[in-house]
């Protein structure tokens, strides 16, 4: 007489251990890439999309990609001082580094724009939940935290605000649409819309310290609003001051994976090339469109089209 209850249950462990496997493979394909650490409560610094009565306010910290990379999420601490339902929305932007899509012989308004982001984003690269193109949720790490200095009105070379009390808030990010882009230094500015308040991003030590992983060249923290776009200040040179002036990063980090392979953005073969390298690096194109978080293969292929038309 067969043991069917045997063999069911050796039938269901060789299920649960292919999905197991299928599960830690794709988990493997995708990391932790860029990490600036644990807050230090120096500084916060506003974020904030425009409203009525407020003004869009951008802050922006660099990072460094060694090779093409396909990114996949990213999260954001920062300070709120209203529930953390009220986080109705966030937006992502990744810039280049001036003088990358700058008018670059224009009369600035600040003291440098040397090390600075781009006077724009790059529109590829811009994420946004109201566009479905990213989701994100919310955690509360700290009921209270007190950032020692802020900068949040007014932003023009003065000294930095009083000090700032709230609920220490890590948002979760995952990119629907990942964002692909091919090796460089880049800046990494995150908005969050707060209904009744606003998003302080926190800084994070500068040097990097662990947990956070160091950045070559790392850079200081910039912000601007919309009165001087397309200009920034750098927050600790130029609006905090003193001497020395401080510098910030600020807390962050990016997930995803390098691609082994990538065709080169504007070379004829580059989507051949790309795919080619995607198919060999993940097992198949449809594996690497799941590894990736890819809605199908087609938004893959659109997706590095767009990237190789660069």
Known sequence: MRNYRNEKLFGAFLVLAAMFFSAGAAAQETQVLVNTGNTDGKLGALSRPASVN???TETADDFVLSQTTV????TITGLVTTPLANISNVEIEIYHRFPEDSVANRTPQVPTRLN???????????RNGNNHTLRFSTELLNPTLAAQQT????????QGEPAVTGAEVEITVIFTSPIVLPAGHYFFRPEVQVNGGDFLFLSAPKPIVAPGQAIAGDLQAWIRNSKLSPDWLRIGA???GGNPAPAFNMTFSL???KLESAGTPGAEDCHDVTLSGLAEQFGGVNSAASALGFSSVQALQN?????CAQ
């Open 54 to 56: 407020k003004l869009e």
């Open 71 to 74: 990114l996949t999420g990213a």
């Open 116 to 126: 600075s982001p781009s006077d724009v984003e790059i529109d590829s690269a811009t």
């Open 151 to 158: 900068v949040v009105n007014n932003i023009s070379p003065k």
């Open 238 to 240: 130029d609006i905090i």
């Open 255 to 257: 997930s995803g994976a």
């Open 303 to 307: 997706s590095f089209r767009a990237f």
